[in-house]
């Protein structure tokens, strides 16, 4: 298998922060460059465009979480590309624009060759947008899609 690039949505939860560990250790197994995707739920989007979340926050929280998986790749001596972006403002309510085809839109925009998704959470922890989008993900990737 050829894997050039690894994407990891990612969403802030304990299963993303594992999802992105497996991703990692793709990216460094295969010599792969890896891209996280900061997936921001409906709920999040407005509370930012409604002023009762700071944007600033959420992007510090982005960066901060890509600095330790940055350091985790030098940690390994693995010198493969890290980006990342934000896709926001899906809806529950209409399927287009649910959070697995978000994830799915941004696989082919990027030419992912493999993704590394998380489940839904554990008992007792809050569902968060990308582990209900893994089951769409993994029925209609046109990539290979681990779910961790």
Known sequence: MNIDLVLAPVDGSSQSEQAAGYAL???????????????????????????????????????????????????RGHDAGLNHSTAAGFSPSRLRQSPGSVILDVAEAVDADFLVVPRE???GEPAKAIGRAALYVIEYASQPVLSV
């Open 121 to 123: 959470p554990g008992s």
């Open 25 to 75: 250790a793709l990216a460094d197994a295969y010599d792969a460059d890896l891209h996280l995707l900061f997936v921001l739920d409906e709920t999040l989007v407005r509370g930012i465009e409604a002023g009762d979340v700071s944007a600033d926050a959420v992007a510090d929280e982005q960066h901060e979480f890509a600095g330790k998986v940055r350091d985790r790749l030098d940690e």
